[in-house]
């Protein structure tokens, strides 16, 4: 299959047509008043001789406008945008190109109050590598938000404050081409009101160096760009709201933005207890890695989500606490948040963006467990858990971006991002394992509390110089990462170990203090000189180096006073990771018309050193060279037709906590330790685009696929004690009880694709967008030292309808279907299916003198889970409001939460040694009435 699919990608290179030369006209779009750059002017070419043959073409962020693949010969053209007159006329193409410079367009004065002109507005256009939904296509309630909007854009799906667009995680959401509030795609989405949007751009950013550079190193982030209308960017825009209803829930908050064309403040907070964020749990995890927490799930890589959790309570596919994409807290949280952000422009010289977040969340979870661990002789295991967590977290989050233009050959960026952290959870656990024939073989209570405080500090500073001659730069990057976090850690654990004749019991009373710092050095130099028109030369070198720390004492407290008695040092340790890396690189690109090739190799040489200072005194040292190379071919086929293949190799280092060989016993039963031995993985990634978007019918059609090859696969190696077990480390594992730590292992596989089709329905006056999409994961792991090989087959189909007929008529129709086959190579007779459907309807109605209906539903069916967790339930919220005030900027709402009091909230773990399934509390039912009001006042805009 993957073979086939790579034939397929190169067969499109070789037959595909168009190779050769063909006529461009281009120019630049700007305001006749204020010179100022319009941006998404709609602009339409035909020539003279042929009516019927159309070209479109759509202004960029700078206003910029590119014609391709014309013949020679006179064009009539038509440039229209909203406020503005009209703009014709004839162009002459009698060479290779024509660069029409720059084309001004009047504020039409007039205002047509009897009389209403429909044009077709396309939805979507292909510019390059950047795809471009037109706004005014995709009609939202007045009230919407961008993430309103933007889930009715094919190919782009927003579940549970995780964005991902064309298949991949959306990592960055800017306004206008600039940051707002750092990188966090939550608060942009979340807070600005779809009115204000004019387009919505997706495109992989590349890096500042070869943004500056014209070459394209490969190192690119998945991002959408919120293209604000030119109208809407001179006053003062937001929303205020409060409420209060049943179980003394409430609510209040809103969102003030001041914009002065480049001079821009917003101003943003919230406090509820109804699970409401805009933030990213990047403000809620970031120090926890501690031992307090519960559930140790391993170290290495090898948890692959197989669904999603129900009812507005979603568990994201993953839980990294550096990932911006994981989804919102389980359980119930009351939430206090605030932000401000700022941006500014001081003249050509200087360009500021700067924001200052700030949240405190109060969470309660409760969550059941079921897990079946694999074993050889296939007389599996079970684990139950139940847990009761409650947590109280505080973070700062200051972020800084500004660029100097020194003089025309000159600039600086410089970024640094700050954040502080303080964490206090409480944990009530109890944990039981039981045999396959259901007999108890060990079980714990246990009562926890931890206290754990950290800070991260990221500096980056960029240096760029451009030659006279053009192509030719040099840049120099400068960065820095520090990092600390101290954490308290307090379990009193009382245990029982059964056996066919006794019960033993056992009981822990300890206190754990932890500190974990570091930090990381690099330097990346650049330099590119143009061989030809066609060709680019590029050198580079990168040099890095991190040093990490880790102290862990572990105390035994005995009497009632907690007073400090005896340090355990088989659960302590002092540790220092070392991580050096030399790469230098050479590389080609070549652009000639529609294609782009860019060819690189590297040779990295890294050197790990791992250092124990106690218990024992060691020392370990590995060294690796590596040849590193990468790949990327970029063809445009056409003007709506693109396809980009690229290739790319890796290596990363194990992290301090896998490294360091240290018992952590805050689950008796589930045990898990570091490994020093750990050598670092070396991956390869083939990845190929390929997007066509159709002007005339408004259709588009996006097709992703990724395949991943890991060798030395970070992974787990889980043992299960079938007696009473001494490990290295003097610690006893209680018949019954796991002991888990990182390994390195080959094998690891992961291919994914992504298809959407999107394109509107005169019938139902809506959008269609479907999408579909194949996920296989092999992971390698050990159990009891056989290799257990976990190969799972997800497959997705969904469907979104969403009505384009009024802002008084707004609704999405969408489903969702995930198939999941799970193959274990120890035991074939646990190979499972699963089967998770997701139905769900979003209605809003605005009839008679300003009465506004809303609904939400929501179907979750869940099939092939333990017995007690298939399931499934309609979340039905509803409200019913009324529009006051002049031009409706207020309303008075009455809302009832879960109508049918079924919500709940179900997850399923596939992992190389286990099955897991999870149910967690949610919130449930309650009323509140609430008044909301929308504030708009937009300098020569009417209907303020």
Not at 725 to 737: A, D, F, H
Request: glycine share 8%; charged share 20%.
């Amino acid at each position: 299959m993957i073979k086939n699919c790579l034939i397929l990608s190169w067969c499109c290179l070789v037959f595909l047509d168009g190779m050769a030369q063909n006529g461009v006209i281009s120019g630049k779009i700007t305001d006749y008043e204020e010179e100022n750059p319009l941006i998404g002017a709609n602009l339409i070419l035909n020539k003279t001789s042929d009516t019927t043959r159309l070209y479109y073409a759509i202004s960029d962020v700078n206003g910029n406008f590119r014609f391709e693949k014309l013949e020679a010969g006179d064009y009539r053209l038509q440039i229209r945008y909203l406020g503005y007159q009209l703009r014709k006329q004839v162009v002459s193409l009698t060479g290779a190109s024509r660069d029409m410079g720059i084309l001004t367009l009047k504020k039409d004065a007039t205002q047509l109050n009897e009389v209403v002109i429909e044009e077709k507005v396309v939805p979507v256009t292909t510019k390059g590598d950047t795809t471009q939904f037109n706004a005014r296509a995709y009609k939202t309630s007045p009230d919407a938000s961008a993430e309103d909007l933007i889930t009715k854009m094919p190919g782009i799906v927003v579940e549970n404050g995780t964005v991902q667009a064309q298949g991949e995680n959306v990592q960055k959401v800017l306004v206008d081409g600039r940051e707002f509030f750092g990188e966090d795609p939550n608060l942009a989405l979340k807070n600005l009101p779809a009115e204000v949007i004019d387009k919505i751009e997706v495109f992989d950013e590349a890096s500042e160096q070869s943004r500056f550079s014209g070459f394209d190193d490969g190192q690119t982030t998945k991002t959408i760009n919120i293209v604000t209308k030119v109208e809407m960017r001179n006053g003062v825009f937001g929303q205020v709201y409060g409420g209060g209803g049943t179980d003394e829930r409430y609510k209040s908050g809103g969102n003030i933005n001041q914009f002065d064309n480049e001079k821009r403040i917003s101003i943003i907070g919230l406090a509820n207890n109804i699970n409401q964020q805009n933030f990213s749990n990047e403000d809620l995890l970031g120090v926890l890695s501690s031992g307090s927490n519960r559930r140790r799930r391993g170290f290495g890589g090898g948890s692959g989500r197989g669904g999603n959790r129900g009812g507005g309570s979603f568990r994201g596919r993953g839980n990294n606490a550096g990932d911006f994409l994981v989804g919102q807290q389980n359980g119930i949280t009351t939430t206090q948040s605030f932000g401000i952000n700022y941006t500014d422009e001081w003249g050509e010289k200087l360009k500021l963006t700067g924001s200052y977040f700030f949240n405190k969340s109060d969470n309660t979870a409760i969550e059941s467990l079921s897990r079946e661990t694999f074993l050889t002789d296939g007389m599996n295991q079970f684990y139950v858990e139940d847990n009761q967590n409650e947590t109280l977290n505080f973070n700062h989050r200051l972020n800084l971006r500004m660029e100097y233009q020194i003089n025309d050959y000159n600039s600086i960026i410089f970024t640094p991002r700050i954040s502080f952290q303080d964490n206090e959870t409480i944990s009530r656990f109890f944990g039981e394992n039981a045999s396959f024939i259901n007999e108890p073989i060990s079980e714990t209570t246990d009562f926890a509390s931890s206290d754990n405080t950290g800070y991260n500090v990221n500096t980056n500073l960029l240096y760029r110089h451009r030659f006279e001659k053009r192509g030719r730069t040099f840049s120099v990057n400068f960065s820095s990462l520090f990092n600390q976090r101290d954490g308290n850690d307090q379990l009193q654990a009382f245990n029982k170990f059964f056996s066919r004749q006794t019960v033993e019991n056992d009981s822990l009373n300890q206190e754990t203090l932890s500190e974990v710092n570091g930090y990381t050095l690099s330097t990346n130099l650049v330099y590119t000189e143009p061989l030809s028109n066609k060709m680019q030369l590029q050198l580079s070198y990168n040099g890095s180096y991190s040093e990490n720390m880790s102290d862990r004492k572990t105390y035994d407290l005995f009497n009632q006073l907690n007073e400090v008695n005896q340090l355990d040092t088989a659960l302590s340790n002092e540790f220092e990771n070392d991580y050096l890396t030399h790469r230098m690189a050479t590389g080609v690109m070549f652009r000639d018309g529609k294609i782009m090739f860019r060819g690189n190799v590297s040779y990295q040489s890294a050197s790990l050193q791992s250092e124990e200072f106690f218990p024992e005194n060691t020392f370990l040292e590995r060294k690796f060279d590596n040849i590193l190379p990468t790949f990327m071919l970029r063809y445009n086929i056409s003007r709506e037709k693109n396809l980009r293949v690229f290739y790319r190799t890796q290596t990363n280092a194990p992290s301090v906590n896998q490294l360091q060989n240290v018992i952590n016993n805050a689950n008796p039963l589930l045990i898990t330790g570091g490994n020093q031995a750990l050598k670092q993985d070396y991956t390869h990634m083939f990845v190929s685009r390929y997007s066509n978007t159709n002007a005339e019918k408004s259709s588009s059609f996006f097709a992703f696929l990724m395949l991943r090859k890991t060798s030395d696969y970070i992974g787990n190696s889980t043992f299960v004690a079938q007696a009473d077990t001494t490990l290295q480390q003097g610690v006893v594992l209680n018949q019954g009880s796991q002991f888990t730590q990182p390994v390195n292992l080959d094998g690891y596989w992961n291919l994914r694709s992504f298809i959407s089709f999107g394109m509107p329905n005169k019938l139902l006056k809506s959008n269609i967008n479907l999408n579909t999409g194949i996920t296989y994961t092999r992971t390698p792991g050990l159990i009891n030292q056989l290799e257990n090989v976990s190969k799972t087959l997800n497959l997705r189909q969904g469907v979104v309808i969403g009505s384009n007929i009024s802002q008084n008529v707004d609704f999405t129709l969408s489903y969702t279907a995930n198939y999941n086959l799970v193959n274990n190579s120890l035991q074939s007779d646990l190979d499972n299916n699963y089967f998770l459907q997701t139905v769900g309807v979003k209605f809003n109605w605005i009839f008679w003198k300003g009465i506004n209906l809303k609904n939400e539903l929501n179907h979750q069916l869940y099939r092939g889970l333990s017995d007690e967790f298939n399931d499934d339930f309609l979340l039905w919220n509803v409200s019913i409001g009324k529009k006051l005030f002049r031009h409706q900027r207020g309303e008075l709402r009455a809302t009832v939460f879960d109508l049918l009091g079924q919500n709940i909230s179900i997850a399923r773990s596939v992992t190389d040694s286990y099955i897991e399934d999870v149910n967690t509390q949610v919130l449930q039912q309650y009323f509140m009435l609430s008044f909301i009001y929308n504030i708009r006042n937009f300098k020569g805009v009417e209907g303020n």
